[in-house]
């Protein structure tokens, strides 16, 4: 049976719990005030909670428990499990952090960060630790001086971030101090973990140490980076569901901090750390458009309730643990006096770590001046973190190895660091950002906003002229009434903007930050494309990634975004590998087509992109001579990429009609998808009628994205009859050779075959681009289209191959082997004639360019047929027309070196023009005497 004091017990038990809610509550109402109070202000909101906490945990003691439900709720917290009390809150916070970032940022910034991250918070730990054991009269061990060193060695100045944004402080100096904040939480815990361990029994040698800092830290990057690709995998099968996808996030950030701390004893802090700058790096596009926007509203506000609780407890924790402690108030009176010298001391240690390491980070990164690493010693806050202290003060009752007083002066100590340096440093940023004259706009702004100013004033009167005198309301609004509501614009007075002004800002306007403004418009137009579905997510990680690192390179020359891309849209080295001959062939087409495909994606998203820009700073700027400058340079830009995209159009036509299709199709039902939502909001569509339009419009984008229209290259079959020179050929013939003849997809810069080399076969080129390199200083000779053969001369003649051939481009083609050429020869008089015709067009081509370079291969054959006919020299059409073929060559011959006298003597011109004529009249006179 239940006795009655167990149930009076559970009873109890279940009023604590509610009362506790009751708690968060009145916490959350309380946050809500005072961010609202406290909004414009330059208090920061953190350091105002953490005083409501101390206040209501005074409060509650100083009554003896007064405070009825609402005080049981607060000592139900105050007696929370510190473990606890981190991970409900932490992996909210450090993944809302880390996924806010800029990627771009933190990569230039790394080795900043880790300088002050490692050896910053070891020389901290290691100072503030020897002034525990030095200066202060507690006679603690060397472990547990550096115990309480660790936790209060690192800097969690979250607090002051959003403050010194708004202040207008550099990027780089804000990513330094959050990208310092969240590491130093993660390395803060392992180094607690580490003293922890020693102060409570455990040995360590300097092995140990090494190794399990390094399973702590890089055990935990595993894991968090594990959880971040399979969750991100999972992401890719869902499909325009912000619930699933943010509560996908939610779970995975605990269950990966739980599953690092608790499975697999490693660094819980640093999991969620490096999952966070995961999904920051790769899993932001995963989200775009209105969900992107629910995304970070979602995760602002979780981690705005986690920052609310999580300081009003500190302050509840630090008062309920100090307060309840007479020892502190009585037996310790100095102890207050050891906490302003602690809070000298950890301004000391934070001034002499910046101080040793300011040379590296002058040289690393961006860079950081003086004024800079002011702010950075000042912005040394203490925060959540140093709550691990309540894990000592917890086993001070019942360990052996830490008293309670110990554990008592643990908690007293970190929370009056804490208090101190968000009271004194959070509120006087401010103050120590203005004297060092750091919170200056620089002259290029101050023109820009002016100049803006003047915009809004002129677009203010023309909204005015439309709207002042409607049909519904008169008499009309007069324009000085509505003037005095427009503050915003008081320093834009209109009677002192003239045409002169305008032009002089913008005329001093410098181009680096014109080239920025052009920059930032080509990277919104990028996010654009990808909400309409243009572009994909690794497409768009690609390109905004091209314009984060041209934006560290504005000040330096002329635009170069493209150089980043251009890595995008070649074919990299170990493509070579599918050329081989083992590879399957459908396969390697099909990794060549695909990164075709993604080639025209890249480049004709950054003409877009450019585009777009261009005509929103010239309708902002006007033809002024700066701004068409940088509209110049952003053309220009654009040039590689139409060749490229004008390339991929000769090459293979096929890939750029599947890109055009996706982004066809996606524009079209995005489209789709806003005209029912304006037919919704306008009455003439009900909500379920909404509904299942927009179910069935998604349905579609969905088909769309995930089963995009393939590359169809056409059929061997048809290309191979579509071939001029075979198709010339008989059809028993035709279909003899169709049966032997090898498809193959050629990268660029591949040799087909090498002069010199022994004649294996014939080459017909079907797409692309190819190179013909003569050796025997004649030019380049660049062929582009369908139809051309390479080889047939060699392979007829059984000579080496007389040039190199060379793909400018991929190119599709067919090899037909020499065995196979050589054998149709004796079959067919009519057969030989073809390919003995065929042979003398492509070496024309190839020997003398300057006759054949503006024609096709089909006028090229007509020009050899019509002089063939012209005149009957000698009976036998085979030697006439090979005695023909000897005239037009050196007819040409002549012509390009200027001489226009008729042929009369072929043999007596070898002693005034060489080899390369001696070439021309060998070549033609093997076919002919071939034919005799």
């Known amino acids: 049976m239940v006795s009655v004091s167990d149930e009076l017990r559970e009873e109890a038990n279940v009023d604590s719990a509610i009362n506790s809610v009751l708690f968060v509550g009145i916490s959350l109402v309380v946050g809500v005030a005072s961010r609202h109070i406290l909004k414009g202000t330059r208090v920061p909101y953190t350091a105002a909670l953490l005083v409501i906490g101390i206040a209501m945990g005074s409060l509650e003691y100083g009554s003896g428990h007064g405070l009825g439900k609402v005080g049981d709720g607060i000592r139900t917290w105050a007696n929370i499990n510190p473990d606890l009390l981190l991970a409900v809150f932490l992996p909210a916070l450090l993944f809302e952090s880390a996924f806010t970032m800029d990627v771009h940022q933190i990569k230039k910034c790394m080795a900043q960060m880790l300088l002050l991250v490692g050896p910053g918070v070891l020389v901290s730990t290691f100072l503030l630790g020897s002034a525990f054991k030095l200066m202060f009269p507690y006679n603690w061990s060397w472990k547990t001086s550096l115990l309480l060193g660790g936790l209060l060695g690192a800097t969690d100045p979250v607090a002051v971030v959003a403050f010194l944004k708004e202040l207008g402080a550099t990027k780089k100096l804000t990513t330094i101090i959050e990208g310092e904040s969240l590491m130093n939480d993660g390395l803060a815990i392992v180094i607690y973990t580490l003293f922890f361990r020693m102060v409570t029994g455990s040995n360590f040698n300097w092995g140990t140490v090494v190794k399990f800092f390094a399973t702590m830290s890089l055990g935990a990057v595993g894991i968090g980076m594990a959880f971040g690709v399979a ?24 269950l990966a901090y739980f599953i690092a701390q608790e499975g697999a004893d490693v660094s819980g802090v640093l999991t969620v750390v490096a999952l966070g700058m995961f999904y920051a790096s790769v899993a932001r596009i995963a989200f775009k458009g209105e969900r992107k926007q629910s995304f970070l509203v979602f995760w602002e506000m979780v981690a705005y309730i986690a920052n609310t609780l999580i300081f009003i407890l500190s302050g509840v924790i630090i008062a309920e643990g100090i307060l309840a402690n007479n020892n502190i108030l009585t037996h310790q009176e100095n102890a207050w006096r050891y906490l302003i010298l602690l809070y000298v001391l950890v301004q000391l240690s934070r001034a002499v770590v910046v101080g040793l390491l300011y040379p590296f980070l002058r040289y690393f990164g961006y860079g950081l001046e003086w004024k800079e690493a002011i702010v950075l010693v000042w912005s040394g806050l203490r925060g959540a973190v140093s709550l691990s202290s309540l894990s000592v003060k917890q086993s001070s009752d019942t360990s052996a190895y830490i008293n309670r007083q110990t554990g008592t002066l643990f908690l007293f100590f970190t929370g009056g660091i804490v208090f101190l340096t968000l009271i004194v440093n959070g509120s006087t940023t401010q103050f120590v950002f203005q004297m060092i004259g750091m919170n200056k706009l620089s002259t290029d702004k101050r023109r820009i906003l002016h100049y803006t100013k003047c915009k809004m004033m002129t677009k203010a009167q023309k909204v005015f002229g439309d709207l002042g005198d409607d049909e519904e309301l008169r008499p009309a609004a007069d324009w000085p009434t509505i003037r005095k509501y427009l503050t915003c614009l008081n320093d834009a007075d209109e009677e002192h903007i003239t045409a002169s002004d305008s032009d002089y800002f913008v005329d001093h306007m410098q181009l680096s930050d014109l080239r920025i403004r052009l920059l930032n418009g080509v990277q919104a137009a990028y996010r654009e494309m990808l909400i309409e579905g243009r572009i994909s997510q690794s497409a768009a990680y690609i390109l905004t990634q091209s314009v984060d690192e ?125 005209y029912v939502e304006d037919l919704e909001k306008v009455g003439l569509l009900g909500q379920t009628e909404l509904v299942h339009f927009q179910d069935a419009v998604q349905n579609d984008i969905k088909k769309l994205v995930r089963n995009l229209p393939s590359v169809k290259l056409p059929k061997a079959h048809d290309l191979i009859r579509s071939n001029p020179l075979l198709g010339a050929l008989p059809s028993a013939v035709r279909e003899q050779i169709t049966g032997s003849v090898n498809e193959a997809m050629k990268l660029q810069g591949v040799a087909l075959y090498k002069e010199g080399a022994k004649p294996n076969g014939v080459w017909l080129i079907s797409n692309g681009v190819v190179k013909c390199g003569i050796k025997r200083n004649l030019s380049f000779n660049p062929t582009c289209e369908h139809g051309t053969t390479f080889g047939l001369y060699e392979v007829l003649t059984r000579k080496p191959y007389i040039c190199d051939i060379i793909t400018d481009s991929v190119v599709l083609c067919f090899f037909i082997e020499a065995e196979k050429i050589l054998s149709l020869l004796g079959t ?20 003398i360019p300057q006759i054949f370079e503006k024609m096709s291969m089909q006028e090229a054959r007509a020009f050899v047929v019509e002089r063939s006919t012209m005149s009957r020299y000698i009976t036998g059409e085979t030697f006439e027309l090979a005695e023909n073929i000897i005239g037009l060559l050196l007819e040409g011959f002549l012509k390009t070196m200027g001489s226009l006298e008729p042929v009369t003597a072929p043999a007596a011109l070898f002693s005034s023009y060489g080899e390369p004529l001696s070439y021309v009249v060998e070549t033609s006179a093997r076919v002919m005497m071939f034919n005799i």
């Open 828 to 847: 067919d008089h009519a057969v030989a004639d073809i390919l003995w015709r065929e042979s003398s067009i492509i070496v024309s081509k190839m020997l």
């Open 231 to 254: 969750s991100y995998l999972w992401l890719g099968f869902v499909f325009d569901d912000t619930v699933v996808e943010i509560t996908l996030t939610l779970a995975v950030s605990y």
């Open 550 to 674: 041209e934006l560290d390179m504005v000040s330096f020359g002329p635009l170069s975004d493209w150089n980043g891309l251009k890595a995008n849209i070649r074919f990299p080295n170990y493509y070579k590998f599918l050329q081989t001959s083992w590879f399957p062939r459908k396969l390697a087409n099909y990794f060549i087509v695909e990164r075709l495909e993604f080639g025209c994606h890249i480049s004709a998203a950054f003409l877009r992109g450019h585009r777009i820009a261009r005509q929103q700073l010239h309708h902002f700027i006007g033809d002024t001579e700066i701004a068409l400058a940088i509209i110049d340079e952003s053309v220009d830009e654009g040039e590689e990429a139409k060749k490229f995209l004008e390339d991929v159009r000769l090459t293979l036509p096929e890939v750029l009609h599947v890109v055009k299709t996706k982004q066809v199709g996606c524009s079209v039902l995005n489209d789709l998808y806003k």
